[in-house]
């Protein structure tokens, strides 16, 4: 009788949100692992059950069982949250455990935290910063792109559990993961706006705004948001994928190595006062295309619009 092949690991994943939950479901259906989950909300946990993970009713118990956690909570005061107290991360990390930070998230509050937690561990516990891109149709469709930063060996470990959410890429020493993303949020920022302001000119000049949105993506204005979102800019659906609020956070940790590295950068300036006062308008909890909105409100049409 032929053994069956036994998972070369167990990985713990905490936030089973919009992105984590179908991370975690491609994870169970990859088989490379055995998967442990905590979070609050039971329907997930009920699902992602359902789907063969086991569900720890503490987050002591489920680094306990895990050689590799995922965090995919919003961010470090969430997962800084769970590692104190006798049902905490801490608790049950008696064995070597590497955490992996999934979250966007500052770049030195990442290498503060590696820190502390080897410290406090004598070594025990590692840390990657792995932020993703790809939104919520990447995490379903296992897509998304891994930024990582940390040590190559940690890396490795990891590697056959991000492969099978996406593609994991290693940029460079702890941090490095969490300052490409911090660059790919200033793209993706600048893009989106670019997008909106278009489509509010097209449709004021009298255009067919999907048609036009067809066309430009076969030309230098394709990319792979004007994929994702031209439909949502078309209909002028905000309904939330990517909440517009956590752009404003986002742009913080691109500011903050703007400054580190003496770098000027006009258009990050600009973004960051567009979406901070698009959140103040209330529009925070929205899709980033909402931006759209926000334009379109800002500069009300005339009757001199259409041509």
């Known amino acids: 009788m032929t053994s069956q092949r036994q998972p070369r690991s167990t990985v713990g994943v905490l936030g089973l949100g919009n992105m984590g939950r179908p991370m975690t479901l491609n994870l169970l259906r990859s088989g490379v692992a055995s998967v442990v989950v905590h979070g609050r909300t039971r329907a997930t946990l009920d699902e992602a059950q359902a789907a063969g993970a086991t569900v720890a009713p503490t987050v002591r118990e489920l680094a306990a069982q895990s050689d590799i956690v995922l965090s995919m909570l919003p961010d470090l005061p969430q997962l800084r949250a769970l590692l104190d107290g006798p049902d905490g991360l801490l608790a049950g990390a008696d064995h070597p455990l590497l955490l992996v930070v999934g979250s966007t998230s500052a770049p030195d509050g ?10 406090r561990t004598d070594g025990l516990v590692r840390v990657l910063d792995a932020p993703v891109s790809g939104g919520t149709d990447g995490a379903e469709a296992a897509t998304l792109a891994i930024m990582v930063g940390g040590d190559p060996d940690d890396f490795a470990r990891a590697e056959p559990v991000l492969a099978t959410i996406g593609t994991p890429v290693l940029l460079g020493p702890l941090g490095s993961g969490e300052v490409a993303k911090a660059c790919n949020q200033m793209i993706v920022a600048s893009t989106i706006v670019a997008l ?9 000049a009298g255009l067919d705004v999907t048609r036009l949105l067809d066309l430009l993506g076969g030309g230098y204005a394709g990319s792979r948001l004007l994929e994702s979102r031209k439909q949502r800019l078309a209909e002028k659906d905000y309904s939330v994928s990517g909440p517009a609020k956590f752009m404003v956070k986002d742009l913080g940790f691109a500011r903050a190595e703007a400054e580190r590295t003496a770098t000027a950068t006009p258009q990050l300036t600009t973004l960051q006062d567009f979406f901070r006062r698009l959140v103040e308008a209330g529009l925070g909890d929205d899709d980033i ?5 926000f334009i379109a409100a800002s500069s009300p049409a005339t009757e001199h619009t259409l041509p």
């Open 196 to 204: 909106s302001e278009a489509t509010v000119i097209a449709e004021r």
């Open 110 to 119: 990442i290498r503060a935290l590696a820190a502390e937690l080897a410290d």
């Open 289 to 293: 295309t909402v931006a759209q909105g």
